[in-house]
Antibody, heavy 122, light 107 residues
Framework: QITLQESGPTLVKPTQTLTLTCTFSGFSLSTSGVGVNWIRQPPGKALEWLALIYGDDAKRYSPSLRSRLTITKDTSKNHVVLTMTNMDPLDTATYYC??????????????WGQGTLVTVSS | DIQMTQSPSSLSASVGDRVTITCRASQSISSSLNWYQQKPGQAPTLLIYAASSLQSGVPSRFSGSGFGTDFTLTISSLQPEDFATYYCQQSSSTLWTFGQGTKVEIK
């Protein structure tokens, strides 16, 4: 059974750095084509893809947030960590981690965590 | 970036109706298009991947089609549990983008 679970602070102050951890089970990041993504959703708004990491440590970032994001993995602990610097109230959102798998024709997120709401406020 | 535009943004439909949602990419994405369903307070779930492949466990009333820039999600006979928001997502480029969502409401 594949599961993912996000953890981290529910409240951060403006200008602080957010650190979120995705703990997963039931799959290996070492499997070819498998990755872990971070995706967020401000209240009442659309999904926004943030970052992706593969088992070979290849990383992808949203261009609009690239300067503020870092994604890392700890394969031994089945953890993927996202850090976002210089948090702003506009970063208030539910943050999801999701497993992605790949075919030659498409890559898709087939398992998602339940999400964690992060509020940015002083 | 590849921009994804869904239409309509919302629609009202009755149980049993056939519903079609469209997603257009700003440039060709071949068949690298996925559809997700999201119910209030829940994480999204994968419905369709690679434009037309039904994810395991998803009812056959859901179908996807399209190639290049224009894609469609069809629900052949809307059921009460289908009232939700639907998102398309492209994975053609190394930088993924979602559409703005289509909310399907009860008429």
């Amino acid at each position: 059974q594949i599961t993912l679970q996000e953890s981290g602070p529910t409240l951060v102050k403006p200008t602080q750095t957010l650190t979120l951890t995705c703990t997963f089970s039931g799959f290996s990041l070492s499997t070819s084509g498998v990755g872990v993504n971070w995706i967020r959703q401000p209240p009442g708004k659309a999904l926004e893809w943030l970052a992706l990491i593969y088992g070979d440590d290849a990383k992808r970032y949203s261009p609009s947030l690239r300067s503020r994001l870092t994604i890392t993995k700890d394969t031994s602990k089945n953890h993927v960590v996202l850090t976002m610097t210089n948090m702003d109230p506009l970063d208030t959102a539910t943050y999801y981690c999701a497993r992605s798998d790949a075919l030659p024709s498409a890559t898709y997120c087939d398992y998602w965590g339940q999400g964690t709401l992060v509020t940015v406020s002083s | 970036d590849i921009q994804m535009t869904q239409s309509p943004s919302s629609l009202s439909a009755s149980v049993g109706d056939r519903v079609t949602i469209t997603c257009r990419a700003s440039q060709s994405i071949s068949s690298s298009l996925n559809w997700y369903q999201q119910k209030p307070g829940q994480a999204p779930t994968l419905l369709i991947y690679a434009a037309s492949s039904l994810q395991s466990g998803v009812p056959s009333r859901f179908s996807g089609s399209g190639f290049g820039t224009d894609f469609t999600l069809t629900i052949s006979s809307l059921q009460p549990e289908d009232f939700a928001t639907y998102y398309c997502q492209q994975s053609s480029s190394t930088l993924w983008t979602f559409g703005q969502g289509t909310k399907v409401e009860i008429k």
